[in-house]
């Protein structure tokens, strides 16, 4: 078992440019989750997903759109990315929304 | 509203003390408890969790926490720290069965010295 994985693991982009995240779980989990860590603000949730098909706004949505077209990705956009997307995103997963979640190892996104 | 609080942004302890990391919560029920650790560069990692039972939960790398009803706390233990214990912390809690997401506090970096 891979568990969730996170692709990329790095990028750099220019203020305006966009880019997709991928999330990929391999543990059959219903729950996927997309947060962004930042110094000193712990974890922020952006989207969620309760199932194949479906979306909802966490704590941080502005500047992202997610999806969630196959039970085992998440997807996280971000259409014209700015300066203070930068952050660390993390993807987790779980069975059931009061449950373990497992996290994905983090993608370090820069923008200039 | 419910709420997770870990009221020590930072904690310095020697190799070999004992080590105690706060975790309250605002919440009227019992909720689903956990700790999560956070290595430099890495994800979070599961420490233990608490659903229902016994009260002081075991979990890996020697750690351990109490749910203290009375005192609406999760605090995590370790008796002897290890050099590599030193990482973020981090408490999460589930508030009522069939809620959507857990909240996480904001962490405790803990930082060892020889």
């Known amino acids: 078992n891979a568990g969730v994985t996170q692709t990329p693991k790095f990028r750099v982009l220019k203020t305006g440019q966009s880019m997709t995240l991928l999330c990929a779980q391999d543990?059959?989990?219903?729950?996927m989750y997309w947060y962004r860590q930042d110094p000193g603000m712990g974890l922020r949730l952006i989207h969620y997903?309760?199932?194949?098909?479906?979306?909802a706004k966490g704590e941080v949505p502005d500047g992202y759109n997610v999806s969630r077209l196959k039970k085992q990705n998440f997807l996280l956009g971000l259409e014209s990315a700015a300066p203070s997307q930068t952050s660390v995103y993390f993807c987790?997963?779980?069975?059931?929304?009061?449950?373990?979640?497992?996290f994905g190892p983090g993608t370090r996104l820069t923008v200039l | 509203a419910q709420s997770v609080t870990q009221p020590d942004i930072h904690i310095t302890v020697s190799e070999g003390a004992s080590l105690e990391l706060r975790c309250n919560y605002s919440y009227g029920a019992t909720p689903y408890l956990f700790w999560y650790v956070q290595s430099p560069g890495q994800g979070l990692q599961l420490l233990l969790k608490y659903f229902s039972g016994d009260t002081l939960v075991q979990g890996i790398k020697g750690f351990e926490a109490e749910f203290k009803r009375s005192q609406s706390s999760f605090n995590l233990r370790k008796p002897s720290v290890h050099w590599s214990d030193a990482a973020e912390y981090f408490c999460?809690?589930?508030?009522?069965?069939?809620?959507?997401?857990?909240?996480f506090g904001t962490g405790t970096r803990l930082t060892i010295i020889p």
């Open positions: 997903s309760v199932g194949e098909g479906t979306t």
């Open positions: 543990m059959n989990h219903e729950y």
């Open positions: 987790a997963s779980s069975y059931f929304g009061t449950d373990t979640q497992y």
């Open positions: 999460a809690v589930g508030f009522n069965f069939g809620n959507e997401k857990l909240t």
